[in-house]
C-alpha cells in the first residue's frame, strides 16, 4: 500500500522500544502495540475482525465517524481486557454472533463515543463477568437485541448512552448480570424496552427515556429486579411496566404515559412499588394486579387520563395494594378490588372526576379507606355482593349520584365518613346489604340521606342526616337499626296520632311509629322501628356573645365583630320582610401577635353565625400552611380543597396565612394554594367563612399576592397585644379556674412583672400569662411540699416567691 492506515504510539514509560510504528491493519498495529499504547486510526473501512486483548487506547485520527470496523462475518470488535475505544462505528452483519463482544472476568474496558450500526444477533454483548463502562454510545441493530448482559458478576455502566433500534429488547439483563444506565435512552425496539430476567439480575436506571417501543417499557421476570429515577416510559404497544414470576421494580419520581394497555401490569408474586410517580393516559388500567403473593405500593403518586372504558386500578386473584397520599382522577372508574383475599388500602388519597364508581368492591375482597376523598363520581363506593367489605375512617364524598351503595350481603364498616350533594341518596343499602355506619353524616343531597330497603339489617350509630331533599332516614321495611341518630327533617315528638300531619310528605307513612311512644306499641313489625331524633339546636347567639364579652380586653374586637353581627343579623331580617340586604363580605382577616385570642374569636364567630342561621353548623377548622401545600405539582390544590369542604358549614381558620406568600417566593407552592382557595371562595360563598390571620405586616403581603384576595377579605380586625393589667386578669382567670388564689402583695408583683416584659415578636401575650401561670404552680408545688402539714390555704395560695423572676428558695 502506498501510505501506512495505523499508527501505534508507545507509552512514554516503554524505554526499550521503538517510539511509534505504522501498520496497514488493525490486526497488525495491536499485535505490535503494547499495554498503554494508543493505537491511531486513519479514515476508512476496516474489513476485519479486532480483538483488543491489551489495554491499549484505540481512537480515530480525524474524529467520530471516520473509522469504521465491518468485517464479513463473525464479531466485529471483542475486548477481554482494559481498553480504551473511541469514537468508532462498528458494524458487521453475521446474525448468529454479536457486533460487540465484551468478555472476561473483572476486565472493565471504557468505549465512549461510538456508534455499533448492525445487523447482528446483538449489538453489544457483555457477558463472562466484564465490568465496562459505556459513555456517549449510540447502539442501532434493526436485527436484535440492542445491549445484553449475561452471567453473575457481569456489569456494566451505560451514561448518556442510546439505543436507537432493535430487533428485540433494547436492553436484556439476564443469568445474575446488572446494569447502571444514566440520562440513556432507548427507543424503536421490537421487543421490551429493557428485559430483566433470572434471580439476581438487576439494573437501576436513572434520568432515562424509554419509548417507541413494540412490546412492554420493562418487562420484569424470575425474580429480576430494577430501580428506576426521574425517568420516562411511554408511547409503547404494551404495557408500561409488566412483572412476573416474583420480580420487582422500584419506580421514583418517574412518568409513565401514552399506553394502549396498562400503566403496570403485575402477576406471579411480584411486586412493584411506585413514589412521586405519574401514570396517565393509559388504553386499560394504571395498575393490574393479580394472583396471590402479589403486590402494588403507590405513594403520593397521581393517576389520571384514561383513554379507555376499564378501571384505573384492578386488583383480583388474592393481590394487594397500597395507596398513600395518591391523586386519582378523570377515569371511567378508579379502583375495582376482586375476589377473596384481594385488598386494597388507601389513606390521605383522592378520587374525583369519576365517570362511574370511584371504589368498587366484589367477590369477596376488602378494602380500607382512611382520610380519603371521593368527588364528581357516579359512585362513591359500591360493595357488591357477600363477603365484600371495608373499613372506612374519616372519608368524605361529595358531589356524587350516591354516595355508597351496600347490596346483596355486602358488610362495610364506615366510620366518621361524611357524604354530600348526592344526586339521589347519600347511603342505598338494599337485597341483604348490611353495613355498620358510625357517626357518619349525609348532608345537601337532592334524594334520601340514609335508604335502606328490604329489611336489610344496617346498623346506624349516631348518623346525623340534614338538607336532604326527600328525607335524612328512609326505611321502607322495618329491619335497621338506629341508636342516637338524628336528622333535621324530624321535629320534636308530637302527641299521639299528631306526629304524621307535621312530618315531611316522603316520611309522614312510615316515620310517625318512629318519633312517637304510642305507634311504636302499636307498630306490626316484629322488630320495633328506629327512632330518628331532631337534630339539637346550636346554643343561643346571646350566649356565644356573652362568652365574647367575658374575653379578658379586646374591647376593639368586640365591637368590630358586634358591628359584623348586628349586619348580618338585620340583612336577614330584611330578606325576610323581602327587602334587599346589603351584600356582605363574611370572611375576615384578624392581624395581631400570637396569644391574643384570634383563634377563640373565630370560633365564637361561626358559633353565632350558626345559631343566626348564617352557617349550617359553624365549627371552627384550624390549618396552618402544612396542611395545604403539597410536595409535588397538584397535591397543594387538592388538599386545599380538601380542608375546604371539612370546614364546609363553618370557618376554615389558616393561622400565619402569609407563610403562604413568602416574600422570595416565586415557585413556591404556597401560591398555588391562595389560588385554589379564592376560587372556592367564590364558588362555595354562602358555605364557608374564611378567616386568615397573622402579623399586620406580613398579612399586608398575604393580601396582595392575588388579585381576587383583598377583595374577598373587605374587613380586618387587629388584635393588640395585652396590657399588664389585663395580662393579671387573665392570671386571676387561671387561678379561679384552677382553684388557686393570688396574694394581694403577688398581684403587685406580678403586675409589676407583666409591666417588665419585653413585647418583641416573640412575645406570647395571653400564652406567656398562662405559662407564667403554670411556672407559680410549678414553684408553689415546690414550696408547699415542704411543709409538714400545710392548711387549705397554704395549698391554694400563690406567693410572690412563686413568681418566676423570685429566687428559688
Known amino acids: 500500500m502506498a501510505e501506512h492506515r495505523v499508527r501505534v504510539t508507545q507509552d512514554s514509560a516503554s524505554r526499550w522500544r521503538r517510539r511509534a510504528g505504522e501498520y496497514d491493519t488493525l490486526a497488525e498495529a495491536l499485535a505490535a502495540a503494547e499495554p498503554g499504547d494508543t493505537v491511531t486510526v486513519r479514515p476508512g473501512t476496516?474489513?476485519?475482525?479486532?480483538?483488543?486483548?491489551?489495554?491499549?487506547?484505540?481512537?480515530?485520527?480525524?474524529?467520530?465517524?471516520?473509522?469504521?470496523?465491518?468485517?464479513?462475518?463473525?464479531?466485529?470488535?471483542?475486548?477481554?481486557?482494559?481498553?480504551?475505544?473511541?469514537?468508532?462505528?462498528?458494524?458487521?452483519?453475521?446474525?448468529?454472533?454479536?457486533?460487540?463482544?465484551?468478555?472476561?472476568?473483572?476486565?472493565?474496558?471504557?468505549?465512549?463515543?461510538?456508534?455499533?450500526?448492525?445487523?447482528?444477533?446483538?449489538?453489544?454483548?457483555?457477558?463472562?463477568?466484564?465490568?465496562?463502562?459505556l459513555r456517549g454510545c449510540v447502539v442501532a441493530n434493526p436485527a436484535g437485541l440492542g445491549l445484553r448482559l449475561r452471567g453473575q458478576g457481569t456489569a456494566a455502566a451505560f451514561e448518556d448512552c442510546e439505543v436507537a433500534a432493535a430487533g428485540q429488547a433494547g436492553l436484556a439483563v439476564l443469568g445474575g448480570a446488572t446494569a447502571a444506565l444514566e440520562r440513556c435512552r432507548v427507543h424503536h425496539a421490537a421487543g421490551a424496552g429493557v428485559l430483566l430476567s433470572d434471580p439476581g439480575s438487576a439494573a437501576e436506571l436513572t434520568g432515562c427515556e424509554i419509548y417507541e417501543i413494540r412490546g412492554s417499557g420493562v418487562q420484569a421476570e424470575a425474580q429480576a429486579g430494577g430501580r428506576l429515577v426521574d425517568c420516562e416510559i411511554h408511547r409503547v404497544t404494551g404495557n408500561?411496566?409488566?412483572?412476573?414470576?416474583?420480580?420487582?421494580?422500584?419506580?421514583?419520581?418517574?412518568?409513565?404515559?401514552?399506553?394502549?394497555?396498562?400503566?403496570?401490569?403485575?402477576?406471579?408474586?411480584?411486586?412493584?412499588?411506585?413514589?412521586?410517580?405519574?401514570?396517565?393516559?393509559?388504553?386499560?388500567?394504571?395498575?393490574?394486579?393479580?394472583?396471590?403473593?402479589?403486590?402494588?405500593?403507590?405513594?403520593?403518586?397521581?393517576?389520571?387520563?384514561?383513554?379507555?372504558?376499564?378501571?384505573?386500578?384492578?386488583?383480583?386473584?388474592g393481590a394487594r395494594l397500597t395507596l398513600t397520599d395518591c391523586s386519582l382522577y378523570d377515569l371511567p372508574d378508579a379502583?375495582?378490588?376482586?375476589?377473596?383475599?384481594?385488598?386494597?388500602?388507601?389513606?390521605?388519597?383522592?378520587?374525583?372526576?369519576?365517570?362511574?364508581?370511584?371504589?368498587?368492591?366484589?367477590?369477596?375482597?376488602?378494602?380500607?379507606?382512611?382520610?380519603?376523598?371521593?368527588?364528581?363520581?357516579?359512585?362513591?363506593?359500591?360493595?357488591?355482593?357477600?363477603?365484600?367489605?371495608?373499613?372506612?375512617?374519616?372519608?368524605?364524598?361529595?358531589?356524587?349520584?350516591?354516595?355508597?351503595?351496600?347490596?346483596?350481603?355486602?358488610?362495610?364498616?364506615?366510620?366518621?365518613?361524611?357524604?354530600?350533594?348526592?344526586?339521589?341518596?347519600?347511603?342505598?343499602?338494599?337485597?341483604?346489604?348490611?353495613?355498620?355506619?358510625?357517626?357518619?353524616?349525609?348532608?345537601?343531597?337532592?334524594?334520601?340521606g340514609f335508604h335502606i330497603i328490604d329489611g336489610c339489617r344496617t346498623q346506624l350509630t349516631r348518623c346525623r342526616a340534614e338538607q336532604n331533599e326527600r328525607a335524612g332516614f328512609e326505611f321502607s321495611e322495618p329491619g335497621p337499626v338506629a341508636q342516637g341518630c338524628i336528622s333535621d327533617d324530624v321535629g320534636p315528638p308530637p302527641g299521639p296520632l299528631s306526629g304524621a300531619a307535621e312530618l315531611p310528605a316522603p316520611r309522614a307513612a312510615h316515620l310517625a311509629s318512629a318519633t312517637t311512644p304510642s305507634a311504636v306499641a302499636t307498630a306490626t313489625a316484629p322488630a320495633a322501628a328506629p327512632v330518628i331524633s331532631p337534630i339539637p339546636d346550636c346554643r343561643p347567639a346571646d350566649e356565644a356573645l356573652a362568652e365574647l364579652d367575658a374575653l379578658v380586653g379586646l374591647a376593639t374586637v368586640k365591637q368590630e365583630v358586634r358591628t359584623l353581627i348586628d349586619l348580618i343579623s338585620v340583612g336577614k331580617r330584611r330578606r325576610q320582610a323581602g327587602l334587599k340586604a346589603p351584600s356582605l363580605r363574611r370572611h375576615l382577616v384578624f392581624t395581631g401577635a400570637p396569644g391574643t385570642g384570634k383563634t377563640t374569636v373565630a370560633r365564637l364567630y361561626g358559633e353565632i353565625l350558626a345559631a343566626l342561621g348564617v352557617l349550617q353548623r359553624g365549627h371552627l377548622v384550624e390549618v396552618a400552611r402544612v396542611d395545604?401545600?403539597?410536595?409535588?405539582?397538584?397535591?397543594?390544590?387538592?388538599?386545599?380543597?380538601?380542608a375546604f369542604d371539612r370546614a364546609r358549614g363553618g370557618v376554615l381558620f389558616i393561622d400565619e396565612a402569609y407563610a403562604l406568600a413568602p416574600e422570595d417566593g416565586a415557585r413556591d407552592f404556597g401560591r398555588e394554594a391562595i389560588d385554589t382557595l379564592v376560587k372556592l371562595m367564590e364558588d362555595h360563598r354562602d358555605e364557608v367563612v374564611v378567616i386568615v390571620a397573622g402579623y399586620t405586616l406580613e398579612m399586608e403581603r398575604f393580601l396582595s399576592a392575588n388579585p381576587g384576595v383583598s377583595s374577598r377579605f373587605?374587613?380586618?380586625?387587629?388584635?393588640?397585644?395585652?396590657?399588664?393589667?389585663?395580662?393579671?386578669?387573665?392570671?386571676?382567670?387561671?387561678?379561679?379556674?384552677?382553684?388557686?388564689?393570688?396574694?394581694?402583695?403577688?398581684?403587685?408583683?406580678?403586675?409589676?412583672?407583666?409591666?417588665?416584659?419585653?413585647?418583641?415578636?416573640?412575645?406570647?401575650n395571653g400564652r406567656t400569662a398562662r405559662q407564667v401561670f403554670e411556672t407559680m404552680v410549678e414553684r408553689h408545688a415546690m414550696r408547699v411540699a415542704h411543709l409538714a402539714d400545710p392548711s387549705t390555704e397554704e395549698l391554694q395560695l400563690l406567693v410572690p416567691a412563686d413568681l418566676p423572676s423570685a429566687p428559688l428558695p
Open 335 to 448: 379502583l375495582f378490588v376482586l375476589d377473596r383475599d384481594s385488598a386494597a388500602t388507601a389513606a390521605d388519597c383522592s378520587f374525583s372526576r369519576i365517570r362511574s364508581s370511584a371504589v368498587s368492591v366484589s367477590g369477596g375482597a376488602a378494602v380500607t379507606l382512611t382520610g380519603c376523598r371521593v368527588q364528581e363520581a357516579g359512585t362513591g363506593l359500591w360493595f357488591r355482593d357477600h363477603g365484600s367489605s371495608g373499613l372506612l375512617t374519616d372519608c368524605e364524598i361529595s358531589d356524587v349520584a350516591t354516595g355508597v351503595i351496600v347490596t346483596k350481603g355486602a358488610d362495610p364498616v364506615l366510620r366518621d365518613c361524611t357524604v354530600r350533594a348526592s344526586t339521589d341518596a347519600g347511603v342505598y343499602v338494599s337485597a341483604q346489604g348490611r353495613g355498620t355506619f358510625e357517626d357518619c353524616r349525609v348532608s345537601h343531597g337532592k334524594g334520601f
Open 240 to 317: 408500561g411496566l409488566t412483572l412476573d414470576g416474583a420480580a420487582e421494580l422500584v419506580l421514583t419520581g418517574c412518568r409513565v404515559h401514552d399506553l394502549p394497555e396498562n400503566g403496570a401490569d403485575l402477576r406471579g408474586r411480584s411486586r412493584l412499588s411506585l413514589a412521586n410517580s405519574t401514570v396517565r393516559d393509559f388504553g386499560r388500567g394504571a395498575l393490574s394486579v393479580w394472583d396471590q403473593g402479589t403486590e402494588a405500593v403507590a405513594e403520593s403518586c397521581r393517576i389520571h387520563g384514561s383513554t379507555g372504558e376499564y378501571p384505573a386500578l384492578w386488583v383480583s386473584d
Open 46 to 133: 476496516f474489513r476485519e475482525n479486532v480483538l483488543l486483548d491489551k489495554p491499549v487506547t484505540i481512537v480515530p485520527a480525524q474524529g467520530p465517524g471516520t473509522v469504521r470496523i465491518d468485517p464479513p462475518s463473525g464479531v466485529a470488535l471483542t475486548v477481554t481486557a482494559d481498553a480504551t475505544v473511541r469514537d468508532l462505528v462498528v458494524e458487521g452483519g453475521d446474525s448468529s454472533t454479536p457486533a460487540v463482544l465484551i468478555t472476561g472476568p473483572q476486565v472493565a474496558p471504557a468505549l465512549s463515543g461510538c456508534r455499533i450500526e448492525t445487523r447482528s444477533a446483538t449489538g453489544v454483548e457483555i457477558t463472562d463477568g466484564a465490568r465496562p463502562t
Open 628 to 642: 395545604l401545600v403539597g410536595e409535588h405539582i397538584g397535591s397543594t390544590a387538592i388538599r386545599t380543597a380538601a
Open 714 to 764: 373587605s374587613r380586618t380586625i387587629t388584635f393588640p397585644d395585652y396590657t399588664a393589667e389585663e395580662l393579671l386578669e387573665i392570671a386571676r382567670a387561671q387561678c379561679a379556674e384552677h382553684e388557686y388564689a393570688l396574694a394581694e402583695a403577688t398581684e403587685g408583683v406580678l403586675l409589676d412583672h407583666f409591666g417588665r416584659l419585653e413585647r418583641g415578636p416573640n412575645f406570647g
